[in-house]
């Protein structure tokens, strides 16, 4: 079973920029369904966004226009483009495939402040 790792996590400020890598241990080129999800204090995982590798994307409501999902299947690598982050995108952030395995990851903090 592929192992996926999160990183890129951090700090940012309202109206900035971060992307979040989802390295896996192996091709994702035959993954077809990939995704991002986030979990903030207090509240339930919720969808973020996921990735075919034919290239399908789907983007939840909350983030659509702020976030990109995109896949390099040469690097192995998913990656989560945020743009103008907003306090409410606070939470940790996991990848997994679709529907996802149930070993998540530790996911990577994301920190949204001024």
């Known amino acids: 079973q592929v192992q996926l790792v999160e990183s890129g996590g951090g700090l940012v400020q309202p109206g900035g920029s971060l992307r979040l890598s989802c390295e896996a241990s192996?091709?994702?080129?035959?993954?077809?369904?990939m995704g991002w999800w986030r979990q903030a204090p207090g509240k339930q995982r919720e969808f973020v966004a996921s990735?075919?590798?034919?290239?399908?994307?789907d983007v939840a409501d909350s983030v659509k226009g702020r976030f990109t999902i995109s896949r390099d299947h040469t690097k192995n690598i998913m990656y989560l483009q945020m743009n103008s982050p907003m306090p409410e995108d606070t939470a940790v952030y996991y990848c997994?495939?679709?529907?996802?395995?149930?070993?998540w990851g530790q996911g990577t903090q994301v920190t949204v402040s001024s």
């Open positions: 990735a075919a590798n034919g290239g399908l994307t």
């Open positions: 997994n495939t679709v529907p996802p395995s149930p070993n």
């Open positions: 192996e091709s994702i080129a035959w993954i077809h369904f």
